[in-house]
C-alpha cells in the first residue's frame, strides 16, 4: 500500500530529476545541436553531450515510470475508494513523464533558437543574385583580361568562377558558358552545395581541364577539417575531391576559411600538402580568409613563404590594412585572389534604383580590379544571365559613374551598418564593450553569411553585449558615421550568442 506522504516526497524527486535532465538537455544535447549548425563536419563534433542527456533523459523516464506505478496502488480501505482513482493517479504520473520529455526536447531546441529567428530571415530575404533587366550591350561578354597567379605562373582570367551555390544541370550550363567566354579560374570546395559544386564543375570541364586553374579546399563535404587533423584524413579528403572532379590532380588546394595560425601552419595539413604534390596530384598551397583575424593570417602566410596563394575578403573601402598586405603578398610572389568583393552584398539598398542597382556588381568588380596587385577575384556565379553580366566587368576600368554608384551604395549602408569599425564610439561605452568587433561580427553573420566563424569569435569575447540591456546608452551618439550603436548591438547579441 503506498503512503502518500512517502509519494508526495517522490513526486517531487522526480519533477527536480526532470529540471535537471532539462538543463543537461539545454547545454548537452543543445550544445552539439549548435555545432551541427554552426556546420562543424558532424563527426569531428565531440558526441559526448547528446549521450549524457539521453542518459538522464532514460533515467528520468524510469524514475517517473516507478513513481507513477506506485500511485496507482491502492490506498486507504478499499470501500472507501473512488472507482477507477488508482488508475487515473497512474495516467497523472505518466503524463508528468511526458511533459517531461517534451520539457527536454524544448530546452534542447531552445540552445539554437537564435539560428531559427537570425538565420531564416536572411535565407528568405536573400540579396537579389542578377540584374533584373540584362542589358542589351552585356550580351556575349568575354573575359577581356588575363593575370598572372604569382608564383604558379598561370593566367588566370580577372573575373573567375566561384561556385558556393553552384550545382545540377543549371550549375553545369553556368560553368560551361563561363568556359567558353573565357573563365579558366573554378574555384570550389567539398562543403559547396554539400559536393555538388564538386561534382557538376567536374562534369562541365570535360574536354577542357587542361587549361584550366582548378582550386579546392582541404575540406569534407560536411565542413572543415580542424587543426590536428590526421596527415592520411587530409589526404583522403583531397583524394575525394579528385574523384568528384573527375581529374587527377588540382591546381591549388586552399586551407579553408582559415581563422587561426594554429590551422595556418598545421603541421600535418602541411605534410599532407607535401606528400599529395610528390604524388602529383595537387600543384600548390594556398588559404582563403574572411575572418576577423584576416590580417594577422595573411601576415603570418607571407612570413613563412609556404603559401603560393592567398584569397581574402576585399571590396571597396574596408580592411584598411589590406591594400598593405596584399601589395607584400604580391611582392613575395604570391598569388592573391579576391572574394567578397560585394561588401557586403547588400544590394536591397539600392533596390530604390534598378538602374544603378544592375551595375553596383560591375562597378564593385572594377573597383577592386583597379589594384593591380590582384592576380584576380572570384565571385559566385548563381544564374545563368551572371555570365553576361559580371564579365561584361573583365578588361574595364573605373569610371566617374562607376566611383557615383559606390559612393550612393556606401550612403545608403551608412547609419545603417557599421563597416568601417574605427573604434571611434569605443570611449562612450563604461562598459569597454568592443563595438567594432561585436558590429564586425555581426556583419561576418548577417551579410558574409560566415555564421560559424562570427558566432565563434563572439563567443570569445571577454565582454558580451548583454551589457546593453538596461544601460542608458550614453553610446547612442557617438558613431560618427550614424549607425544606432545600442540597437546594433542588441541586435548582435541576439544574432550571435547561443543561448
Ligand atoms: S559603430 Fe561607428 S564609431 Fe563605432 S566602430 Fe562602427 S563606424 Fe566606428
Ligand atoms: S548600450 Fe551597450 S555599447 Fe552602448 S554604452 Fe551601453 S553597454 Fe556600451
Given at each position: 500500500?503506498?503512503?502518500?506522504?512517502?509519494?508526495?516526497?517522490?513526486g517531487?524527486?522526480?519533477?527536480?530529476?526532470?529540471?535537471?535532465?532539462?538543463?543537461?538537455?539545454?547545454?548537452?544535447?543543445?550544445?552539439?545541436?549548435?555545432?551541427?549548425?554552426?556546420?562543424?563536419?558532424?563527426?569531428?563534433?565531440?558526441?559526448?553531450?547528446?549521450?549524457?542527456?539521453?542518459?538522464?533523459?532514460?533515467?528520468?523516464?524510469?524514475?517517473?515510470?516507478?513513481?507513477?506505478?506506485?500511485?496507482?496502488?491502492?490506498?486507504?480501505?478499499?470501500?472507501?475508494?473512488?472507482?477507477?482513482?488508482?488508475?487515473?493517479?497512474?495516467?497523472?504520473?505518466?503524463?508528468?513523464?511526458?511533459?517531461?520529455?517534451?520539457?527536454?526536447?524544448?530546452?534542447?531546441?531552445?540552445?539554437i533558437?537564435?539560428?531559427?529567428?537570425?538565420?531564416?530571415?536572411?535565407?528568405?530575404?536573400?540579396?537579389?543574385?542578377?540584374?533584373?533587366?540584362?542589358?542589351?550591350?552585356?550580351?556575349?561578354?568575354?573575359?577581356?583580361?588575363?593575370?598572372?597567379?604569382?608564383?604558379?605562373?598561370?593566367?588566370?582570367?580577372?573575373?573567375?568562377?566561384?561556385?558556393?551555390?553552384?550545382?545540377?544541370?543549371?550549375?553545369?550550363?553556368?560553368?560551361?558558358?563561363?568556359?567558353?567566354?573565357?573563365?579558366?579560374?573554378f574555384?570550389?570546395?567539398?562543403?559547396?552545395?554539400?559536393?555538388?559544386?564538386?561534382?557538376?564543375?567536374?562534369?562541365?570541364?570535360?574536354?577542357?581541364?587542361?587549361r584550366?586553374?582548378?582550386?579546392?579546399?582541404?575540406?569534407?563535404?560536411?565542413?572543415?577539417?580542424?587543426?590536428?587533423?590526421?596527415?592520411?584524413?587530409?589526404?583522403?579528403?583531397?583524394?575525394?575531391?579528385?574523384?568528384?572532379?573527375?581529374?587527377?590532380?588540382?591546381?591549388?588546394?586552399?586551407?579553408?576559411?582559415?581563422?587561426?595560425?594554429?590551422?595556418?601552419m598545421?603541421?600535418?595539413?602541411?605534410?599532407?600538402?607535401?606528400?599529395?604534390?610528390?604524388?602529383?596530384?595537387?600543384?600548390?598551397?594556398?588559404?582563403?580568409?574572411?575572418?576577423?583575424?584576416?590580417?594577422?593570417?595573411?601576415?603570418?602566410s607571407?612570413?613563412?613563404?609556404?603559401?603560393?596563394?592567398?584569397?581574402?575578403?576585399?571590396?571597396?573601402?574596408?580592411?584598411?590594412?589590406?591594400?598593405?598586405?596584399?601589395?607584400?603578398?604580391?611582392?613575395?610572389?604570391?598569388?592573391?585572389v579576391?572574394?567578397?568583393?560585394?561588401?557586403?552584398?547588400?544590394?536591397?539598398?539600392?533596390?530604390?534604383?534598378?538602374?544603378?542597382?544592375?551595375?553596383y556588381?560591375?562597378a564593385?568588380?572594377?573597383?577592386?580590379?583597379?589594384?593591380?596587385?590582384?592576380?584576380?577575384?572570384?565571385?559566385?556565379?548563381?544564374?545563368?544571365?551572371?555570365?553576361?553580366?559580371?564579365?561584361?566587368?573583365?578588361?574595364?576600368?573605373?569610371?566617374?559613374?562607376?566611383?557615383?554608384?559606390?559612393?550612393?551604395?556606401?550612403?545608403?549602408?551608412?547609419?545603417?551598418?557599421?563597416?568601417?569599425?574605427c573604434?571611434a564610439?569605443?570611449?562612450?561605452?563604461?562598459?569597454?564593450?568592443?563595438?567594432?568587433?561585436?558590429?564586425?561580427?555581426?556583419m561576418?553573420?548577417?551579410?558574409?553569411?560566415?555564421?560559424?566563424?562570427?558566432?565563434r569569435?563572439?563567443?570569445?569575447?571577454?565582454?558580451?553585449?548583454?551589457?546593453?540591456?538596461?544601460?542608458?546608452?550614453?553610446?547612442?551618439?557617438?558613431?560618427?558615421?550614424?549607425?544606432?550603436?545600442?540597437?546594433?548591438?542588441?541586435?548582435?547579441?541576439?544574432?550571435?550568442?547561443?543561448?
Amino acid at each position: 500500500m503506498a503512503n502518500s506522504g512517502t509519494l508526495r516526497v517522490a513526486g517531487w524527486m522526480v519533477a527536480a530529476m526532470w529540471a535537471v535532465t532539462a538543463v543537461v538537455c539545454f547545454f548537452g544535447a543543445g550544445s552539439w545541436l549548435g555545432q551541427a549548425v554552426e556546420g562543424q563536419d558532424r563527426s569531428l563534433i565531440s558526441p559526448w553531450g547528446g549521450i549524457v542527456a539521453i542518459v538522464f533523459v532514460l533515467d528520468a523516464l524510469l524514475l517517473t515510470w516507478l513513481w507513477a506505478r506506485r500511485l496507482g496502488e491502492p490506498e486507504g480501505p478499499a470501500a472507501e475508494r473512488p472507482t477507477g482513482m488508482g488508475r487515473r493517479r497512474f495516467l497523472a504520473g505518466l503524463a508528468t513523464g511526458v511533459g517531461g520529455v517534451v520539457a527536454s526536447l524544448v530546452a534542447t531546441v531552445g540552445r539554437i533558437s537564435p539560428w531559427l529567428t537570425v538565420t531564416q530571415p536572411n535565407i528568405v530575404v536573400s540579396t537579389p543574385t542578377a540584374a533584373d533587366v540584362p542589358k542589351p550591350e552585356w550580351q556575349g561578354a568575354r573575359v577581356q583580361a588575363y593575370r598572372r597567379l604569382g608564383r604558379t605562373d598561370f593566367e588566370v582570367s580577372d573575373i573567375s568562377l566561384g561556385s558556393t551555390r553552384i550545382k545540377g544541370e543549371v550549375g553545369e550550363q553556368i560553368a560551361r558558358a563561363a568556359i567558353e567566354r573565357g573563365v579558366n579560374y573554378f574555384d570550389t570546395a567539398p562543403d559547396y552545395s554539400e559536393a555538388g559544386s564538386e561534382l557538376t564543375l567536374g562534369r562541365a570541364m570535360k574536354g577542357h581541364r587542361d587549361r584550366m586553374f582548378l582550386a579546392t579546399k582541404f575540406c569534407t563535404p560536411h565542413g572543415n577539417l580542424p587543426a590536428g587533423t590526421s596527415v592520411a584524413h587530409y589526404m583522403e579528403a583531397v583524394e575525394d575531391s579528385l574523384k568528384r572532379l573527375q581529374t587527377d590532380y588540382v591546381d591549388l588546394v586552399h586551407i579553408h576559411s582559415c581563422d587561426t595560425i594554429e590551422r595556418l601552419m598545421d603541421e600535418n595539413a602541411h605534410e599532407a600538402f607535401d606528400r599529395l604534390k610528390q604524388q602529383g596530384k595537387v600543384r600548390f598551397l594556398g588559404f582563403s580568409s574572411h575572418t576577423p583575424n584576416l590580417e594577422a593570417v595573411a601576415d603570418k602566410s607571407i612570413e613563412s613563404g609556404a603559401f603560393d596563394v592567398m584569397m581574402l575578403a576585399y571590396h571597396h573601402g574596408a580592411w584598411p590594412r589590406l591594400n598593405d598586405i596584399v601589395r607584400r603578398a604580391r611582392e613575395a610572389d604570391m598569388g592573391v585572389v579576391a572574394m567578397k568583393t560585394l561588401k557586403g552584398a547588400k544590394h536591397q539598398g539600392l533596390m530604390e534604383s534598378r538602374e544603378e542597382q544592375d551595375s553596383y556588381t560591375q562597378a564593385a568588380f572594377k573597383w577592386v580590379l583597379g589594384n593591380d596587385d590582384v592576380s584576380c577575384l572570384v565571385i559566385s556565379f548563381r544564374e545563368p544571365s551572371n555570365v553576361d553580366e559580371y564579365l561584361h566587368a573583365s578588361g574595364k576600368t573605373m569610371s566617374e559613374a562607376d566611383y557615383r554608384v559606390l559612393d550612393k551604395y556606401d550612403r545608403l549602408i551608412a547609419g545603417k551598418h557599421c563597416y568601417q569599425h574605427c573604434g571611434a564610439c569605443l570611449a562612450s561605452c563604461p562598459e569597454g564593450l568592443p563595438i567594432d568587433d561585436v558590429l564586425r561580427f555581426k556583419m561576418y553573420f548577417e551579410d558574409y553569411g560566415d555564421e560559424r566563424e562570427a558566432m565563434r569569435q563572439y563567443a570569445k569575447l571577454e565582454v558580451q553585449a548583454d551589457v546593453c540591456t538596461g544601460c542608458a546608452a550614453p553610446c547612442a551618439n557617438a558613431c560618427p558615421f550614424d549607425v544606432p550603436i545600442p540597437e546594433a548591438t542588441a541586435a548582435a547579441h541576439r544574432m550571435l550568442s547561443l543561448g
